[in-house]
T-cell receptor, first 116, second 114 residues
Framework: DVKVTQSSRYLVKRTGEKVFLECVQDMDHENMFWYRQDPGLGLRLIYFSYDVKMKEKGDIPEGYSVSREKKERFSLILESASTNQTSMYLC???????????????FGPGTRLTVL | DAKTTQPTSMDCAEGRAANLPCNHSTISGNEYVYWYRQIHSQGPQYIIHGLKNNETNEMASLIITEDRKSSTLILPHATLRDTAVYYCIVRVARIKAAGNKLTFGGGTRVLVKP
């Protein structure tokens, strides 16, 4: 089974701090994603990566950056945390699609970040 | 992606089958039906997907109507741990680009009762 792990389940930071969220997957997947999930807004894509050192902006990249130095690890960075970045952050990975489907994304347990 | 419509909520008795409907009347020929679920305070979990034929795995069965305009996810023997929000998604197959974000609608809140 695919396993996606995230560095913390719960995190509390102060406004202005630099925050690192780590995600590791063990299935050699090429594609990795960072989402945030907020009540009433559903899942929103922040950034994704389709290969080592490759990254693409999602729908809401402002205030975030990412790093993918190794295939199994995808980091989300909040350069200067703000209260509106309080959210559940979800990492996901997916293999490169083949002939059938190919939209199965495997999620980590999530990090609930609170910015005070 | 085709729009999906699901009931807002449903209850199910523990040990009984849970049948979760999804309407996707605008589905196109190359779109698959996917089901995910999200247990409270956890990340979403992939369950199953299908194109035309019915599918079964260790978690659930997926029944797709012949016209593909609706489908039903079946949890054969619901347990308390199956209490979650279940999302039906319709997506195009063989997406090469990695920008294949998932968008969940409201989903169905399933409560399995003892």
């Amino acid at each position: 089974d695919v396993k996606v792990t995230q560095s913390s389940r719960y995190l509390v930071k102060r406004t202005g701090e630099k925050v690192f969220l780590e995600c590791v997957q063990d299935m050699d997947h090429e594609n990795m994603f960072w989402y945030r999930q907020d009540p009433g807004l559903g899942l929103r894509l922040i950034y994704f990566s389709y290969d080592v050192k490759m990254k693409e902006k999602g729908d809401i990249p402002e205030g975030y950056s990412v790093s993918r130095e190794k295939k199994e690890r995808f980091s989300l960075i909040l350069e200067s945390a703000s209260t509106n970045q309080t959210s559940m952050y979800l990492c996901a990975s997916r293999d490169t699609p083949g002939e059938a489907g190919g939209n199965e994304q495997f999620f980590g347990p999530g990090t609930r970040l609170t910015v005070l | 992606d085709a729009k999906t419509t699901q009931p807002t909520s449903m209850d199910c008795a523990e040990g009984r089958a849970a049948n979760l409907p999804c309407n996707h009347s605008t589905i196109s020929g190359n779109e698959y039906v996917y089901w995910y679920r999200q247990i409270h305070s956890q990340g979403p979990q992939y369950i199953i997907h299908g194109l035309k034929n019915n599918e079964t795995n260790e978690m659930a069965s997926l029944i797709i109507t012949e016209d593909r305009k609706s489908s039903t996810l079946i949890l054969p023997h619901a347990t308390l741990r199956d209490t979650a929000v279940y999302y039906c998604i319709v997506r195009v197959a063989r997406i090469k680009a990695a920008g294949n974000k998932l968008t969940f609608g409201g989903g169905t809140r399933v409560l399995v009762k003892p």
